[in-house]
């Protein structure tokens, strides 16, 4: 078996242990395409809704490709040296995956993160040694991120501060992995893009790399209809600082989703299809039936960005 060497780097870790790249980096992304066959039930019979299953990835969310994204360009661009912490605001899962990343590599990783994030989330986080800053939670991440911008500018030497609101390598991870993945896996044949926004890259990138390849797939954005939604990872885009990544032009249709939709999903999901998924997916899917219901034909895509294990001590699982 050929392994591919890629050897783009030398950290500190790599350096005394003459590694490349952590193989758990080979496991990130090739995530399975799953078709929604119960939930759908009363859709016209032309009309299929399919899910990336993101869970799949090894830090256990989509945010796995931009963590990788983001710090494999600093690393090629000398922003990470020996006397440097990769510094980020995150509200758990860009964390946890730099985190992970961090650990396979010998980075140290400091996190600023409200402090309202679930209390698993934490632990997964203390669990991979990273740092951690919690920020006042009622500022939710525009709060965290205010705080990683005083810390890098009040000690610029030791922290790279990746910044995933406004770090085109979060939008590349998108176009170079997640777009041609959804492409590749329906053949070409994908008519409709279904994607929530946190930092937007996921949406910014699937959907340009879609839009390049076929001009007529309709793309749908979503957010939550109110600011304190509880949907973690999602953002309510009128109520907080619009990230420098967003595109919003490549929106045709902007759709919202409530917290009590998005969790009687996650609900249905669980029973009538046998996946256990977070909450941002359960609003992905509540989404992605809006548009599809309104089609006599079409392939609706849609991403599932975390499994449910983080959330199981939240309201939407507790209610049961
Ligand atoms: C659970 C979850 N859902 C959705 C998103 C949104 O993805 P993006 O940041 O690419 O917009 C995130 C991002 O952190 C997330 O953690």
């Not at 205010?146 to 030497?157: F, G, I, N, S, T």
């Not at 034909?297 to 507790?318: C, M, N, Q, R």
Request: hydrophobic share 40%; aromatic share 6%; glycine share 8%.
């Amino acid at each position: 078996m050929s392994i591919p060497a890629t050897n783009i780097f030398v950290s500190p870790r790599t350096a005394r242990h003459n590694l490349s790249v952590p193989p758990l980096v080979h496991m990130i992304g090739n995530t399975p395409l799953i078709e929604l066959t119960s939930v759908t039930e009363d859709l016209s019979p032309d009309v299929r809704v399919f899910a990336k299953a993101e869970w799949k990835n090894p830090g256990g969310s989509v945010k796995d490709r931009a963590a990788w994204a983001m710090l494999s360009d600093a690393i090629r661009n000398h922003r990470i040296t020996e006397r440097t912490r990769v510094l980020e605001a995150t509200s758990g899962n860009t964390g946890i995956a730099l985190a992970m990343l961090g650990a396979a590599l010998g980075i140290g990783v400091t996190l600023c993160i409200p402090d309202n994030a679930s209390r698993e989330r934490k632990q997964i986080l203390q669990a991979y040694g990273a740092e951690l800053i919690f920020t006042d939670p009622l500022l939710s991440t525009d709060g965290a991120q205010v705080v990683a911008r005083e810390l890098k500018q009040k000690y610029p030497d030791n922290y790279c501060y990746l910044n995933q609101y406004a770090n085109p390598a979060n939008v590349n991870a998108h176009l170079t992995t997640t777009g041609p993945e959804i492409w590749r896996q329906t053949e070409g044949a994908v008519t409709h893009f279904v994607s929530g926004l946190g930092t937007t890259g996921t949406f910014t990138g699937v959907s340009r790399y879609l839009k390049a390849r076929d001009p007529k797939i309709t793309i749908a954005s979503f957010q939550p209809d109110s600011p304190f939604h509880g949907l973690e990872g999602l953002k309510h885009l009128p109520s907080v600082h619009i990230p420098d990544i967003y595109d919003g032009s490549l929106a045709d249709i902007e759709l919202e989703v409530t917290t009590e939709e998005a969790y009687t999903l996650c609900k249905r999901l669980a029973v009538e299809e046998g996946l256990l998924v977070g909450t941002s997916s359960g609003a992905s899917a509540a989404a992605a039936l809006q548009l599809a219901k309104t089609l006599e034909h079409g392939i609706v895509v849609t991403i599932f960005p975390d499994g449910a294990e983080k959330y199981l001590s939240t309201p939407v699982w507790e209610a049961n």
